[in-house]
């Protein structure tokens, strides 16, 4: 068990993250012209305004929240003055808050392709699996709020944050900090994981186009003169 808690979350995580960037190069380089959100507006709008806009506001925020409440050094917390009760109970709160949301969103979007013939008849079996895939993820990760509430002194979102923290900057020994969490925590990881792995062969590769469309921002004029 020592070695295959070893192998999930001390090498697993650096075979999911190479799958995630070299798999998304290869798709881009290879089938750009499958690089898209895959938009079924066309086929039913149903449901689709309001699940889309629950769905992302609730994964961004939650994205963003992991990404700064994992990586973010624990002394530059301690040099604000935020405790880690207090961290823990902000999380929570906005956790559950923003994994409703998204929640809804989901199950409005994965009801609308079921009900509809038309749009469930253009439905691939990607598309299922990153729904359904999303959907099982984000409910662990709200069950491990009920685990979180018998931790309120903060101590145990520590250990996930060293955890982090080890695998980004590729330090050893990474799976041991979080060798006793709950088991709920850890399927929930996995989950996550998951979702890397499958990133580059799904509709999710839109994301990086989310992300790319920043640069706009910065573009510079385009020049149109009368001939």
Not at 39 to 56: E, K, T
Not at 72 to 82: E, Q, R, V, Y
Not at 102 to 131: F, H, Q, S, Y
Request: charged residues 10%.
């Amino acid at each position: 068990m020592n070695t295959l808690h070893q192998f999930l979350f001390g090498i697993f995580p650096y075979i999911a993250l190479a799958i995630f960037f070299f798999g998304s190069l290869v798709r881009f380089e290879r089938e750009q012209y499958s690089w898209k959100s895959e938009s079924s507006q066309v086929l039913y709008a149903g449901q689709l305004r309001l699940g889309n806009n629950l769905f992302h506001v609730g994964i961004i925020m939650i994205f963003f929240g992991h990404l700064v409440g994992l990586l973010t050094p624990i002394w530059i917390w301690d040099m604000l003055g935020i405790s880690h009760s207090a961290k823990q109970i902000f999380a929570i709160v906005l956790g559950g808050v923003f994994g409703v949301l998204a929640m809804i969103g989901l199950i409005l979007l994965l009801m609308r392709r079921l009900k509809c013939d038309r749009l469930a008849a253009n439905t691939t079996w990607r598309d299922k699996l990153v729904l359904l895939w999303l959907i099982a993820t984000l409910g662990m990760g709200l069950l491990t709020i009920f685990v979180s509430l018998g931790h309120l002194d903060g101590h145990e979102m520590v250990k996930f944050m060293s955890w982090a923290q080890h695998i980004v900057t590729f330090r050893g020994n990474a799976a041991a900090q979080i060798a006793d969490v709950s088991i709920i925590f850890k399927i929930h990881m996995l989950m996550g994981m998951g979702l890397f792995v499958i990133f580059p062969f799904t509709r999710l590769v839109h994301i990086w186009s989310g992300f790319a469309s920043v640069t706009y921002l910065t573009r510079a004029w385009q020049l149109v003169r009368r001939r």
